[in-house]
């Protein structure tokens, strides 16, 4: 049965305040650690005015997840979309997806979920569907008009989609993750993961360097 989400309050000003206040909370304590108190000294305001936006802890961190996943993919399913090479747009799309994976605030979202996910199973798939899924699909449906096109041929474009992401992070997001690299990857290191990803993608499904140019 899906959740039903705590009617908000009628202050888009004042549910951001609460929202940059747990943002705080939870990225310094994680999810368990943090508590209502905490949230509420944080964001300047009272109990009661957060339980007006929030039904409680979880609603409030998921509302941020959501938040947070809205902003870090504007525009990005549109790189998909854009006229230009097949093999141009897949890394253009590669580079943005693993700066957003790598990135500080992504690793330490990641991190809080793992942390929770034992207890909270739920959690952990709702956050994996707003934000892996939503990258993934995205991926999906390009592929399925290359190969309605005839640019490209791939016989399972769900499972290829997940192969794309992997390859675009081969080496560096796991190091992020377990705390290996201290800090996010370097352009150049970026770029000759995505463009190694994006050669082994395309060679896979049958795309030959010279239509993949064009």
């Given amino acids: 049965m899906e959740k039903k989400r705590h009617k908000a309050g009628q202050d888009p000003a004042k549910r951001d305040q ?3 206040g747990a943002m705080r909370v939870f990225m310094e304590r994680g999810f368990d650690a943090a508590s209502m108190n905490d949230i509420c000294r944080a964001a300047g305001v009272s109990k009661g005015t957060v339980y007006v936006y929030f039904a409680g802890k979880e ?3 998921e509302a941020l997840i959501e938040q947070e ?3 870090l993919f504007l525009g990005i399913e549109a790189i998909l979309e854009a006229e230009g090479p097949t093999a141009e747009k897949l890394a253009r799309y590669g580079r943005r997806i693993a700066e957003i994976i790598c990135s500080d605030q992504v690793i330490r979202a ?5 942390a929770t996910t034992e207890r909270m199973p739920e959690l ?3 956050f994996y569907d707003s ?3 939503r990258a993934h699909g995205a991926v999906r449906r390009f592929l399925e008009r290359e190969v309605t096109a005839g640019r490209m041929r791939v016989p399972d474009v769900a499972l290829a989609a997940h192969q794309f992401a992997e390859l675009c992070t081969a080496g560096l997001w796991r190091k992020r993750l377990f705390g290996k690299a201290r800090t996010v990857p370097r352009p150049a290191e970026i770029d000759a993961c995505v463009d190694g990803a994006v050669a082994m993608f395309l060679n896979s499904y049958g795309f030959s360097a010279a239509k993949a140019a064009s």
């Fill in 69 to 71: 996943r809205d902003r």
């Fill in 110 to 114: 990641q991190r809080i979920i793992i």
């Fill in 18 to 20: 609460i929202l940059d």
């Fill in 59 to 61: 609603d409030l961190f």
């Fill in 131 to 133: 934000g892996a899924e």
């Fill in 124 to 126: 952990g798939a709702r």
